[in-house]
């Protein structure tokens, strides 16, 4: 399974980007769940902070710090989660990436449960 995260750019302070995150790999398989997708953010030589997550089911959480400016959202069908992010300030420049848990069963039917990650897109707001 891989992830793939897009829509990173450059945005002047008070605009807006989404985010999409993409499964692809496994997920022809009927078994395929991808379950709990989270949103994480880091810039050089910080810690990785957990943005925004969406449960299979619609359930979110959201960081204070992007509470009522992010929203994050998912397509069950097409095994994908956004994340539209709305008035940007300079302090949400970062490295964005894109995590999921998910299960499945292989063709000899042995179970996977395992965690992926996206590769980062980057996100730079001016002032």
């Known amino acids: 399974v891989q992830l793939q995260a897009s829509g990173g750019g450059l945005v002047q302070a008070g605009g807006s980007l989404r985010l999409s995150c993409a499964a692809s790999?496994?997920?022809?398989?009927?078994?395929?769940?991808?379950?709990?997708i989270e949103w994480y953010r880091q810039v050089l030589g910080k810690q990785r902070e957990l943005v925004a997550s969406?449960?299979?089911?619609?359930?979110?959480k959201y960081a204070d710090s992007v509470k009522g400016r992010f929203t994050i959202s998912r397509d069950n069908a097409k095994n994908t989660a956004y994340l539209q992010m709305n008035s940007l300030k300079p302090e949400d420049t970062a490295d964005y990436y894109c995590?999921?848990?998910?299960?499945?069963?292989?063709?000899?039917?042995?179970?996977?449960?395992?965690?992926?990650w996206g590769q980062g897109t980057q996100v730079t707001v001016s002032s």
């Open positions: 995590a999921a848990d998910a299960n499945y069963y292989l063709d000899d039917g042995s179970p996977v449960a395992q965690r992926y």
């Open positions: 790999g496994s997920t022809f398989r009927s078994t395929f769940r991808l379950n709990t």
């Open positions: 969406v449960t299979r089911g619609g359930i979110t």
